[in-house]
């Protein structure tokens, strides 16, 4: 599957269209709880093309939308995430302390969100969380079976679950999300990505170059909207993620 990775990585920067694609951030906590579909919907109200969400699995092996490794912040609960049942899971309240015992907002299953992003044809960025390093099993029977919305993704901090994907459906894109201590100078070595995330900070010559050399894309994230950069991307770029979808958009129509 390398070659056809390589052939794939660069047929896919080389397709990258002017208007960048705008993925919410899982999404935008300033007008809904994050992870929700109430944030979802409204992202694509506001003109996301695809949505960044958080994959975790509970003990019984239910995928589930949640950030957090634990349910201290959002439930208030001293537990970890894949410590508890799905059922359990969806019992609890979420949201800021204080406020959700008002709301009605509770964890969601995988399943349903891919079953609406398939229908309103809304791309996903599914970021692997720590939680399935210890169940592999439940990532690889979601790959044997997924069928993602055009232009999804699944992307990680985690090599090894990039890999898994990359072995078992190759034809799915992946992208790294990389930290300080990643090596620009193995870029090219790389088989299990196809496209570097990066904090915009990284939006710099230097890896956007490399990266072009390696036929590698580029999506960074923390971008609000009012960058300089949004008005004449790099080439290499295909994808902002962004809590502000409607700013991004309007930056883009305005360039």
């Not at 894109?173 to 090219?188: A, D, P, Q, V």
Request: hydrophobic letters at 40%; charged letters at 25%; aromatic letters at 12%.
């Amino acid at each position: 599957y390398y070659k056809w990775a390589i052939f794939n990585r660069k047929w896919r920067v080389e397709c990258i269209m002017n208007n960048i694609p705008i993925f919410a951030h899982r999404w935008a906590s300033s007008f809904h709880l994050e992870n929700t579909f109430a944030a979802f919907k409204k992202a694509k109200e506001l003109g996301a093309d695809g949505i960044e969400l958080d994959l975790q699995v509970s003990n019984d092996g239910i995928l589930v939308v949640f950030h957090d490794n634990d349910l201290k912040r959002l439930a208030g609960i001293n537990k970890m995430v894949n410590q508890c049942s799905y059922d359990e899971l969806i019992h609890y309240k979420l949201g800021p302390r204080f406020k959700r015992l008002f709301r009605r907002d509770r964890m969601i299953a995988f399943a349903d969100v891919l079953e609406w992003a398939n229908a309103e044809n809304i791309a996903l960025n599914v970021e692997l969380k720590e939680s399935l390093i210890t169940n592999e099993n439940v990532l690889k029977e979601l790959l044997h079976t997924i069928t993602l919305p055009e232009n999804s993704h699944f992307s990680s901090f985690h090599e090894s679950l990039l890999k898994i994907v990359k072995e078992i459906r190759p034809d799915i894109e992946t992208g790294f999300i990389i930290t300080r201590k990643f090596y620009w100078g193995t870029l090219e070595e790389q088989n299990f990505f196809d496209a570097i995330h990066a904090h915009k900070r990284y939006y710099k010559g230097q890896y956007l170059e490399a990266c072009k050399t390696a036929n590698i894309g580029m999506r960074f994230y923390g971008i609000q909207g009012n960058e300089s950069f949004l008005k004449k991307p790099h080439s290499i770029v295909k994808g902002w993620i962004t809590d502000f979808p409607h700013l991004v958009r309007e930056a883009q129509v305005n360039r």
